[in-house]
């Protein structure tokens, strides 16, 4: 079989993007888990619970935009500088206000000095992620590679900070900070390369026109996000609420086990984006066929994953994070049973952007954390840890199934009123 010129670009594209996932699944994940043992437990779980929490507001600062301005891109280059220079804008705005949101919760909840430290110090990392809207122009070009080349290069310095701060026994407040450090030096790597392609920031421009068309498209993503946000991180915060540090630290070695699986999903839907994009142009027989292969891939991957995982989870956590972290093999046995629908998700994520049906998307996307916290504060007090897991593997399912469902339901619709 003989690839187009056409294939070939896409192929390159996503090669280069799995390149730099896995260099940071490798890397970063072995730091992260060397980052664990060290701290143990207790600090981990200190430190897990203050991300999460953090996690719950800085979803709001990417306002829904990074697939609806790639859209944009890919229908009509010629607006790089208003649409770049728009959503830099709101994204600026948006991080903003996720501070002041952060703060205030900090202040009414009377944290204690130190979480509160490092929670504004990961928070901070929002405001360098507004220059993020450049990697969308290099997702619309099918050119990962720039974004590839400032991605490692931030990750290498990154990763080496930590192993100096391991080396040197830094304390906890230190690995907050860079999570800030990082944000500023992956921005700087974007800006860099946007520059030498020859463009220039200050050919964007602020439209209000463009701001008001992005956000009437993204405003129900907005909230998309935001519940899966909640959705990805409340089980940390409940636990650590009304659990322990300690069981937070073991729930998080389990849930970072079987989320470094996630990259696989991320690079295959956004480098074949704009490729399932171009099929919709052509005619809905050929993106349906798409759209079933990509699905088809997907459920294979994560079944064998999950299969995999299962069977040896208690020398996974065993060997990487050792004796004080065991009890989190049972629970990684149940959590990696949640990449299937988050696997599949991805892709019908995307096809609900590209058919311009965000609004559904909220019906499962708020059913979600709401069934999420309804079972987490129903489990947690009799389960600990074990009923965190379930909770969050129960309502990814739930929502996997409403969303499949909705999108059958409208597709069979929009069929019927064209014949």
């Known amino acids: 079989m003989i690839l187009s010129d056409n294939h070939k670009k896409y192929l390159s594209n996503t090669s280069w993007l799995f ?37 719950l507001f800085t979803a709001f600062a990417t306002l ?47 944290t204690d000095k130190t979480t509160a430290l ?42 080496a900070v930590k192993i100096w701060l391991i080396v040197t026994k830094a304390d906890l407040i230190w690995f907050a900070a860079v999570i800030a450090v990082e944000a500023a030096i992956v921005s700087a790597g974007l800006i860099g390369y946007y520059l030498k392609s020859g463009m ?4 964007w421009k602020f439209e209000p026109v463009v701001a008001k068309e992005l956000l009437k498209d993204s405003w129900p993503l907005i909230f998309a996000i935001i519940a899966s946000s909640i959705n ?24 970072r086990v079987t989320e470094v699986w996630y990259f696989i999903p991320m690079v295959l839907s956004t480098s074949f984006y704009p490729l399932v994009l171009s099929e919709r142009t052509k005619g809905i027989k050929h993106y349906q066929q798409l759209l079933r292969k990509i699905f088809v891939i997907m459920t294979v991957i994560a079944i064998f994953i999950g299969t995999i995982i299962t069977g040896i989870s208690t020398e996974i956590i065993s060997y990487l994070y050792g004796h004080e972290f065991l009890n989190a093999s049972s629970i990684l046995s149940i959590s990696i049973w949640a990449t299937i629908p988050f696997f599949i998700g991805f892709g019908y994520g995307y096809a609900f952007n590209i058919e311009g049906l965000q609004r559904w998307t909220l ?27 379930i909770a969050t593997l129960v309502s990814n399912y739930l929502a996997f199934l409403i969303s499949m469902f909705l999108l059958t339901i409208k597709s069979q619709a929009i069929r019927n009123n064209k014949s």
């Open 363 to 389: 019906i499962s996307t708020l059913l979600q954390p709401l069934s999420n916290i309804a079972l987490n504060i129903w489990l947690i007090p009799h389960h600990g840890a074990y009923g965190a897991a």
């Open 118 to 159: 490092i929670m504004i110090l990961v928070a901070s990392a929002t405001l360098f992620q507004s220059f993020n809207v450049i990697d969308f122009y290099f997702q619309s070009r099918v050119l990962s590679k720039y974004v590839v080349f400032s991605s490692i290069i931030s990750m290498l310095i990154v990763n």
């Open 200 to 203: 220039k920031l200050r050919e």
């Open 232 to 255: 990805a991180r409340i089980d940390q915060v409940f636990l650590g609420i009304m659990g322990t540090k300690q069981d937070v630290g073991i729930y998080s070695a389990a849930v």
């Open 19 to 55: 390149l730099e996932k896995i260099l940071r699944m490798v890397v970063g994940f072995s730091v992260g888990v060397w980052t664990a043992r060290y701290l143990g437990p207790e600090q981990f779980g200190l430190f897990s619970y203050a991300q999460s929490f953090v996690f």
């Open 64 to 110: 829904g935009l990074d697939g609806i301005v790639i859209r944009e891109l890919v229908k009509d280059p010629t607006r790089r500088d208003s649409l770049l220079g728009t959503s830099f804008v709101l994204k600026l705005i948006g991080s903003v206000v996720v501070m002041a949101l952060l703060g205030t919760s900090v202040a009414l909840m009377h």
